[in-house]
């Protein structure tokens, strides 16, 4: 569980601001999340998340007095933006960002509460489809939808996921699980924080790819 519990996500203040140098010192280490799913077929979703992370990091890097959390970003890029907001600079990378994360969050979420096809009880389709279908798949077409259906067809067993997020070790399931649930208190606080921002700004966007 080293690849989760090494980099925890900070606990939010009564006023759920995010801050963004925090957030980025954390999220960056999420992308290899996806090299644990076995199939290639996840790269894509890797590689847009760690290209969302630079875009956000460069706005942030350009002003960190400025874009201390990840609400003055969106407010300072509205202004900056007008029209074109919120489809457009950090702001966009974020909306994209946070998806990922939900992704992430409900296939963990799913594992810890012990979720499974009774059928096939070491796999983890039932938890993987599950998180695509709630966090990804009304922003994708049909074509991007096919690519994740052959994905789940080569998705790990539920075994060697928990042994890949453990870096190798042989860590006990229920120790892993464990693990796990510590590492989605801040995690799923954070992400419902970034969703909730966009809710209140009216800066979600439902476009598909």
Not at 128 to 140: N, P, R, V
């Given at each position: 569980?080293?690849?989760?519990?090494?980099?925890q996500?900070?606990?939010?203040?009564?006023?759920?601001?995010?801050?963004?140098?925090?957030?980025?010192?954390?999220?960056?280490?999420?992308?290899?999340?996806?090299?644990?799913?076995?199939?290639?077929?996840?790269?894509p979703?890797?590689?847009?998340?760690?290209?969302n992370?630079t875009?956000?990091?460069g706005?942030?890097?350009?002003?960190?007095?400025?874009?201390?959390?990840?609400?003055?970003?969106?407010?300072?890029?509205?202004?900056?933006?007008?029209?074109?907001?919120?489809?457009?600079?950090?702001?966009?990378?974020?909306m994209?960002?946070k998806?990922?994360?939900?992704?992430?969050?409900?296939?963990l979420?799913?594992?810890?509460?012990?979720?499974?096809?009774?059928?096939?009880?070491?796999?983890?389709?039932?938890?993987?489809?599950?998180?695509?279908?709630?966090?990804?798949?009304?922003?994708?077409?049909w074509?991007?939808?096919?690519?994740?259906?052959?994905?789940?067809?080569?998705?790990?067993y539920?075994?060697?996921f928990?042994?890949?997020?453990?870096?190798?070790?042989?860590?006990?399931?229920?120790?892993?699980?464990?693990?796990?649930?510590?590492?989605l208190?801040?995690?799923?606080?954070t992400v419902?924080?970034?969703y909730e921002?966009?809710?209140?700004?009216?800066a979600e966007?439902d476009?598909?790819?």
């Amino acid at each position: 569980m080293a690849l989760l519990l090494d980099n925890q996500f900070a606990q939010l203040p009564s006023t759920k601001e995010v801050a963004t140098k925090p957030f980025l010192d954390s999220v960056c280490h999420l992308p290899p999340f996806f090299d644990c799913l076995g199939s290639k077929v996840f790269a894509p979703i890797k590689a847009d998340i760690s290209g969302n992370i630079t875009k956000i990091k460069g706005v942030y890097d350009s002003d960190p007095a400025k874009y201390e959390t990840l609400q003055k970003i969106l407010e300072a890029e509205k202004d900056i933006y007008g029209a074109e907001w919120p489809k457009a600079g950090a702001t966009l990378a974020l909306m994209w960002l946070k998806r990922g994360l939900r992704f992430i969050q409900i296939l963990l979420q799913s594992l810890a509460d012990g979720e499974r096809d009774e059928n096939h009880p070491n796999l983890i389709r039932v938890n993987i489809t599950k998180a695509y279908d709630q966090a990804l798949k009304m922003y994708h077409g049909w074509i991007v939808q096919k690519v994740f259906k052959a994905a789940l067809l080569a998705a790990p067993y539920r075994s060697d996921f928990l042994k890949a997020l453990s870096k190798g070790q042989e860590v006990a399931e229920e120790d892993c699980l464990a693990n796990v649930q510590q590492f989605l208190v801040n995690f799923t606080s954070t992400v419902d924080a970034i969703y909730e921002m966009y809710t209140v700004m009216n800066a979600e966007l439902d476009y598909t790819v």
